[in-house]
């Protein structure tokens, strides 16, 4: 039907959630829309960035003489702003899977967040909507762009935001990508060109192409990280922080290092203020671009640095990496291996440094970050001791809330102290109520608090910090030091059971409770509390088996490993026990099964309620019918 030669535009509808992006920014979003400006620049840079390493390998490109840069252009009596890159550009397959979906998984969260207003604009960037922030401005978008590679002829997208957008087949398009925004009624002010250079000075800065506003070049291309620490000002490395992070904010540490030896490198790395992934957007990306003289090899790097390390944003250099390595080289490469290992090694003393000379930056770290550390310690043997000194806990002598180190905790351990205790519960008030903290009281030996549930784990991996074995105080074999006042405390009052009678209740109680317990047996280390589960695997902790079985293998009210169940010959519920069973069997099995849930209960394990229930009844009421 159609004759012309002008080729027909083909209209596609948005992917779901682009709409959903899309009408928030057109119709919530009013404030700080300058952003939208840093978006399209920075989308360039990449672009300009992913064509300089490409070029490497291929020579045979679109356009090969284009100089890279970035342009923009005001026109103020209409109302139009284009941003110009001469970078890698997009086919037309690209133009719609990146220009039309959203890839990223955290978005959905990040969208419904930003919906319920408990979010804020100015992350729009972190989530890789960062090109839909033109339509804050723009009534309508074109984007004409061109691939590097030879056979593609270029196409044009444009869009009003309005859920379609259509691509057309575009003649004498260069290598690169034009943008070009019709500006909305309410956004004329972006029209200025002195506004626009004003913008891209303060966001764009540290872009390493040259960005020219009207003609008129406004940026210094500068490698940062390149320079010598006395040339940066702290102001220069934040606006550097803002541009490499994507972030509004200043880093909360900063480490900047330049090593010759084993291997040339330079770096500059920022921990953020914050932590994603404690807002449930799922599993952070990594944050550190790799270089090889100032070329960018890989943009969020996930060889250059240890996944626990993902929190890191920043740059890493080093001139000793051919400069046209592949993707697939870089995963094998040895040399990357060895950069990874030292610059992980170099973070991780200024860590320890900042730890030492600035408490409170460190805690503020500990505390947004400390998970990272943990994961490090479960998931890298390479870094385990070094981490090991950067962990830190509550313990019996701090108070709620306040922390120490493993080495403060060894550097005031007790006369003939050989291991380093701890304990998990779910939250202090809860461990120092239960069975597991009172021999520690007596003997005034310090026990830690571990209270997430990776802690455990954590203390199983690390096996022993400086020289001493870090043991969990449920455990079976646990030996502690005598107790100062032994002598006195521990001389049996006439009606404690006799070491006879208690092994021979002992086992009546492992007779009552059958394959539910491995073993009943005297407690040397019960005070206050007539029984307590200890674990006979010495690996694993009753934490540790919560959690492997929350995580689904086995289920039931049977733990998956049986439990040493410890008695308490000096508690009076134990003495009447003994007796009861003379006078009332029957009865007596009932208590011996409490005893042992109550006990369960304490160590964390999940018991099945309703025998228990039914069982506590029992016992009350004959307690209420004959008291
Ligand atoms: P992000 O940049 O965070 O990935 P955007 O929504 O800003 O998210 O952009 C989506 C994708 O579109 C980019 O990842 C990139 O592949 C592509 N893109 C955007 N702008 C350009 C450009 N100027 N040149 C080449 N590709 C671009």
């Not at 342009?71 to 009596?77: E, L, R, S």
């Not at 030996?445 to 991996?461: A, Q």
Request: with cysteine; net charge negative; charged share 30%.
């Amino acid at each position: 039907m159609n004759k012309t030669a002008q080729p027909q535009p083909e209209t596609r509808e948005f992917q779901a959630e682009v709409k959903k992006i899309l009408d928030i920014v057109i119709n919530s979003l009013y404030t700080e829309r300058e952003i939208f400006l840093r978006e399209l620049i920075s989308n360039s840079a990449d672009a300009l960035e992913r064509f300089r390493h490409q070029n490497l390998t291929t020579k045979d490109v679109t356009d090969p003489d284009l100089s890279l840069e970035i342009t923009v252009t005001v026109d103020k009596d209409n109302h139009v702003l284009t941003v110009t890159d001469t970078g890698i550009g997009m086919d037309r397959g690209e133009l719609e899977a990146n220009l039309g979906t959203i890839a990223h998984s955290g978005t959905r969260t990040f969208l419904s967040q930003l919906a319920e207003g408990t979010k804020d604009v100015n992350l729009i960037g972190q989530f890789g909507v960062g090109f839909y922030a033109a339509f804050m401005v723009a009534s309508k978008v074109t984007v004409q762009s061109r691939s590097f590679r030879p056979d593609d002829p270029g196409h044009i997208w444009e869009s009003d935001g309005s859920g379609t957008f259509t691509i057309t087949p575009a003649q004498n398009a260069r290598r690169g990508t034009t943008i070009t925004l019709k500006l909305k009624e309410d956004a004329k002010e972006f029209a200025d060109p002195e506004r626009i250079k004003r913008i891209v000075k303060q966001y764009s800065s540290f872009v390493p192409f040259p960005i020219a506003v009207d003609g008129e070049a406004v940026n210094t291309v500068q490698a940062l990280w390149t320079k010598s620490k006395n040339e940066i000002t702290a102001e220069e490395y934040t606006e550097f922080y803002k541009y490499v992070a994507n972030a509004f904010d200043e880093p909360l540490l900063k480490l900047h290092f330049d090593t010759d030896a084993p291997l040339a490198i330079k770096a500059l790395l920022f921990v953020p203020r914050e932590n994603f992934e404690h807002f449930g957007l799922g599993r952070m990306e990594p944050g550190v671009n790799l270089y090889c003289q100032r070329v960018l090899i890989e943009q969020r790097s996930k060889t250059i640095l240890p996944e626990w390390l993902r929190f890191l944003k920043g740059v890493i250099d080093s001139e000793d990496l051919p400069l046209n390595i592949s993707r697939q080289a870089l995963q094998d490469s040895s040399l990357v291996r060895k950069i990874n290992s030292v610059v992980s090694k170099r973070f991780l003393k200024h860590l320890e440094e900042t730890a030492k000379n600035d408490a409170e930056a460190y805690e503020t770290f500990w505390t947004t970050f400390g998970g990272f550390l943990k994961e490090g310690v479960v998931s890298d043997f390479t870094h385990r001791e070094s981490l090991g000194k950067l962990l830190r806990f509550e313990s019996s002598r701090t108070e709620s809330g306040k922390l120490i180190s493993l080495a403060e905790y060894v550097g005031r351990m007790a006369e003939g102290q050989k291991d380093i205790y701890y304990i998990h519960g779910p939250n202090r008030e809860a461990i120092e109520a239960g069975p597991y903290t009172e021999a520690f009281r007596k003997r005034d030996l310090e026990i830690i608090y571990t209270m997430e549930p990776i802690d455990d784990f954590v203390m199983g991996h690390l096996q022993e910090f400086d020289g001493k074995k870090l043991v969990s105080a449920d455990r079976a074999d646990l030996e502690l030091p005598d107790a100062k006042d032994a002598k006195e405390q521990d001389t049996p009052r006439e009606d404690d059971l006799t070491t006879e009678a208690a092994t021979d209740l002992a086992a009546w109680m492992k007779q009552v409770l059958g394959e539910s317990v491995k073993e009943v047996k005297e407690s040397k280390r019960l005070e206050d509390s007539p029984a307590m589960i200890v674990n006979p695997d010495a690996h694993v902790t009753s934490s540790m088996e919560r959690i492997m079985r929350a995580a689904g293998s086995t289920q039931g009210t049977i733990p998956a490993s049986p439990k040493t169940l410890e008695i308490n010959p000096r508690h009076a519920l134990i003495k009447g026990l003994a007796g009861l069973r003379q006078k009332d069997e029957t009865f007596a099995r009932t208590v011996a099964e409490q005893i042992f849930d109550n006990a369960m209960i304490q160590a964390g394990l999940l018991i099945e309620s309703r025998n228990m229930v039914e069982r506590t009844y029992r016992i009350l009421e004959r307690t209420v019918t004959q008291g």
